[in-house]
């Protein structure tokens, strides 16, 4: 099985087609969401469609669960409450329905999903280093783990220490462990605009990275004539 590990869309649909296209390219038989298929981007509603009608394992994001519920979004910044709050005026009692049932974490057989992570995936703790790593880790039993959450791809390898490591492709190694980041579909924060998602071949035993380019100048201009913070849009280009 080739697995196609994705995430953090953020309502850009054309992120979300040039990384569905290239996993079509690539052979993967089997697509699993690693969460927050929703926020900040002007197409919430089309994402949604496009994720259900895969028909894979899905797992809870903050921004998911923000959608999903009318609580306060004081603890936003300002334009991410902006977002958030047009973002739930645009679904449907249904998709938020759908959004509130999903699950935190999710075990696909020698591995496990999680949008933030294993230690307290409801908290949204973010994993930036070794040390925050390390509280993961005490929850993971399987070899891997794939989260999202940070928007920026990374890997941390726990064998005698936790090391983080830069990659493009690896192969898992018995007796240890991988917290793997999948990075983000719809906003990469770590310099690169291009969507970002993982390939786990369970047969070869690597995971492998992949950048993929899409429509940004188009995905921009939806921002801006939705009324969403121009920012949003500026950020894309970023990659931050």
Request: charged letters at 25%.
């Amino acid at each position: 099985m080739r697995y196609g590990i994705f995430g953090d869309i953020h309502g850009n649909l054309e992120a979300l087609e040039a990384v569905l296209f290239d996993m079509q390219d690539q052979g993967v038989t089997h697509p699993l969401c690693l969460g927050d298929i929703v926020g900040y981007g002007a197409d919430p509603v089309a994402c949604m469609e496009w994720v259900q009608q895969l028909n894979c394992p899905i797992v809870k994001g903050n921004h998911d669960e923000e959608a999903a519920n009318d609580g306060s979004l004081e603890h936003f910044s300002e334009r991410a409450a902006i977002a958030m709050q047009w973002t739930r005026d645009q679904l449907s009692s249904e998709q938020r329905k759908f959004l509130k049932e999903l699950r935190y974490r999710r075990q696909m057989g020698d591995f496990i999903l999680v949008h933030a992570s294993l230690d307290s995936p409801g908290q949204w703790s973010y994993i930036n280093n070794a040390l925050e790593a390390a509280a993961s880790f005490n929850y993971q039993i399987d070899p891997l783990c794939f989260i999202g959450h940070t928007h920026v791809p990374q890997v941390f390898v726990k064998n005698a220490e936790i090391d983080a490591i830069e990659f493009s492709t690896f192969t898992v190694e018995p007796k240890r462990k991988y917290l793997v980041n999948a990075g983000s579909v719809g906003q990469p924060r770590d310099g690169d605009w291009r969507a970002s998602y993982v390939i786990y071949d369970e047969e070869a035993r690597t995971v492998e990275l992949r950048r993929v380019a899409y429509d940004l100048a188009k995905s921009q201009a939806k921002i801006v004539a939705v009324g969403l913070p121009e920012s949003l849009a500026d950020r894309l280009a970023e990659g931050r």
